[in-house]
Antibody, heavy 125, light 108 residues
Framework: EVQVVESGGGLVQPGGSLRLSCAAS????????MNWVRQVPGKGLEWVSY????????HYADSVKGRFTISRDNAKNSLYLQMNSLRAEDTAVYYC??????????????????WGKGTTVTVSS | EIVMTQSPATLSVSPGERATLSCRAS??????LAWYQQKLGQAPRLLIY???TRATGIPARFSGSGSGTDFTLTISSLQSEDFAVYYC??????????FGQGTKLQIK
């Protein structure tokens, strides 16, 4: 079964750090780019970060740039999100999501097709 | 950044009836548009990608249409399990990927 499972969420004080993990199984992890997406309780979805297959390309939402770092370990089939200088507004459920390419006209576009159940991060004193 | 706007915010429909959800992009996203379903306490589930291609295992009552800036998700005959929140998302021009604010489909 193709799946991703997040872990590492919890309660942290403002200014603190947390590292999220995402374990992939059922597919060749090293063949897919990956993302983190978050959702404030009761609100919509917000894309957070992207990492390419070989980790040579990363992207971040402006709201987390300079504070969060995405990484992956293809040998361990794992994705990570290091979150530093956490703020109350970072409180959310964090989802790991696989990027699946669709290619045409000599270009590829990536939609998110496999999502985990999420891990909850609460930033509060 | 491309802004995605969904309408209506809430849609009340009776089981067995047809539901039509709309999504508009602030600039063209070609056909690079996905729809997701999210039930309370669950992760988003991919329904449609490429504006009109159903994802694996998605029932035929779900259909997507549109290109450019205007898109529609249609559920032809609502089942009880279809009542949820639906999001559209563009993946044409990024970063950032952007989502609509969601349409809550509720039982009438």
């Amino acid at each position: 079964e193709v799946q991703v499972v997040e872990s590492g969420g919890g309660l942290v004080q403002p200014g603190g750090s947390l590292r999220l993990s995402c374990a992939a199984s059922g597919f060749t992890f090293s063949s897919y780019a990956m993302n983190w997406v978050r959702q404030v309780p009761g609100k919509g979805l917000e894309w957070v970060s992207y990492i390419s297959i070989s980790s040579d390309t990363t992207h971040y939402a402006d709201s987390v740039k300079g504070r969060f770092t995405i990484s992956r370990d293809n040998a361990k089939n794992s994705l990570y999100l290091q979150m530093n200088s956490l703020r109350a507004e970072d409180t959310a459920v964090y989802y790991c999501a696989r990027s699946n390419p669709i290619c045409y006209a000599l270009r590829c576009f990536y939609y998110m097709d496999v999502w985990g159940k999420g891990t909850t991060v609460t930033v509060s004193s | 950044e491309i802004v995605m706007t969904q309408s209506p915010a809430t849609l009340s429909v009776s089981p067995g009836e047809r539901a039509t959800l709309s999504c508009r992009a602030s600039q063209s996203v070609s056909s690079n548009l996905a729809w997701y379903q999210q039930k309370l306490g669950q992760a988003p589930r991919l329904l449609i990608y490429g504006a009109s291609t159903r994802a694996t295992g998605i029932p035929a009552r779900f259909s997507g249409s549109g290109s450019g800036t205007d898109f529609t998700l249609t559920i032809s005959s609502l089942q009880s399990e279809d009542f949820a929140v639906y999001y559209c998302q563009q993946y044409n021009k990024w970063p950032p990927y952007t989502f609509g604010q969601g349409t809550k489909l509720q039982i009438k």
